[in-house]
Structures are given as structure tokens and as C-alpha cells.
Nanobody
Framework: QLQASGGGSVQAGGSLRLSCAASGRSFENYAAGWFRQAPGKERAFVATIAWNGRNKDYADSVKGRFSISRDNAKNTVYLQMNSLKPEDTAVYYC???????????????WGQGTQVTVSS
């Protein structure tokens, strides 16, 4: 029901925009979040946005570089990633849940993940 896309390989300092498209049901009343998992590491919070787009939160490691947004008319959430660093390399997952929280287990729906690779 959630399809993440937009990943790829970029050099450090580059940009990517991830998209998370919902299908099968409307997610306009759900908060959305992005998480990432690097090899050998646990899944980590990246960003979250409330259902109406008014409340947002970011991991300290991406503040000022990443921006989360949503278009409820398109049932899609975005993650604009700028000034990418090699340590941003991970599989990125989008998720939907009732509240814009940083804890993964509170999200009910998950996308399949999209790979982001940043080379130095």
C-alpha cells in the first residue's frame, strides 16, 4: 500500500528526492515518517510529518539538509535530501501511522524501501 521510490547513487553533496505513494486507501488522515537502515545497523528515524503537514520533526543528523513534505491530493509524501553525505547511505523506508512520532513501532503501514548510496 506504500511504494517508496526515488533512491539511487549520488556523490557527496548531491541531492535526491524520495517519494512515497499510497495506494488502495487514502492516507490523508495519517502521519507519515521516513526511516532508514544502514548495513549492520538498526532502523533509525529520519523525519516525520503530521497528517496536515503542520508538524514536522527530524533526526538531528539530517536537520537543515532534509525536508519532509506531503501532497494529500496525490496521496504522496516526499523527502527532499540535500547535501548528502556518505553516512546517509541506507535503505530508506516510508511509513504511515496515527501520530508523527519518532518510534518505528508506532507506525502501522510500511513501504518496501528504496536504496540510497552516497559516495565520497
Amino acid at each position: 500500500q506504500l511504494q517508496a521510490s526515488g533512491g539511487g547513487s549520488v556523490q557527496a553533496g548531491g541531492s535526491l528526492r524520495l517519494s512515497c505513494a499510497a495506494s488502495g486507501r487514502s492516507f490523508e488522515n495519517y502521519a507519515a515518517g521516513w526511516f532508514r537502515q544502514a548495513p549492520g545497523k538498526e532502523r533509525a528515524f529520519v523525519a516525520t510529518i503530521a497528517w496536515n503537514g503542520r508538524n514536522k520533526d527530524y533526526a538531528d543528523s539530517v536537520k537543515g539538509r532534509f525536508s519532509i513534505s506531503r501532497d494529500n491530493a496525490k496521496n504522496t509524501v516526499y523527502l527532499q535530501m540535500n547535501s548528502l553525505k556518505p553516512e546517509d547511505t541506507a535503505v530508506y523506508y516510508c511509513a504511515a501511522g496515527r501520530y508523527p512520532v519518532v518510534v518505528a513501532r508506532f507506525y502501522d503501514y510500511w513501504g518496501q524501501g528504496t536504496q540510497v548510496t552516497v559516495s565520497s
